[in-house]
């Protein structure tokens, strides 16, 4: 009595796997965005402890990395959708039937 498939006939059906593309790549990129913010409220905290504007320039470096993250992941997943929508269509046109010169 077998209770666990051959595999060989998992390997045959399952097919090549693929890459996981967002896997490893959420985690480093939240890491990224954590960390520049940090270096960027530090770097506020400095200028503020050496021009005497406590809270100022804190909350302005702060707001500004934030900003720029958020412009950096819009034009990161703006161009990853251009991307695939590019593989896609051509996809789809290498599944489109060919004409021939009978159907016409």
Same mark, same amino acid.
């Given at each position: 009595?077998?209770?666990?498939?051959?595999?060989?006939?998992?390997?045959?059906? *399952?097919? $090549?796997?693929?890459? /996981?593309?967002?896997? /490893?790549?959420?985690?480093?990129?939240? /890491?990224?965005? *954590?960390?520049? =913010?940090?270096?960027?409220?530090?770097?506020?905290?400095?200028?503020?402890?050496? =021009?005497? %504007? @406590? +809270?100022?320039?804190?909350?302005?470096? %702060?707001?500004?990395?934030?900003?720029?993250?958020?412009? $950096?992941?819009?034009?990161?997943?703006? @161009?990853?959708?251009?991307?695939?929508? *590019?593989?896609? /269509?051509?996809?789809?046109?290498?599944?489109? +039937?060919?004409? @021939?010169?009978?159907?016409?």
């Amino acid at each position: 009595m077998r209770l666990l498939p051959d595999p060989k006939i998992v390997r045959r059906l *399952a097919g $090549k796997p693929r890459p /996981a593309e967002n896997s /490893a790549g959420g985690i480093g990129h939240g /890491a990224e965005m *954590a960390f520049g =913010v940090l270096v960027f409220f530090l770097i506020g905290f400095a200028i503020d402890y050496f =021009v005497g %504007t @406590t +809270p100022l320039f804190m909350i302005v470096m %702060t707001i500004f990395s934030c900003v720029g993250n958020f412009v $950096k992941m819009w034009f990161g997943y703006d @161009t990853q959708m251009k991307r695939l929508e *590019a593989e896609r /269509a051509e996809t789809q046109r290498g599944r489109q +039937p060919q004409a @021939t010169e009978s159907d016409s």
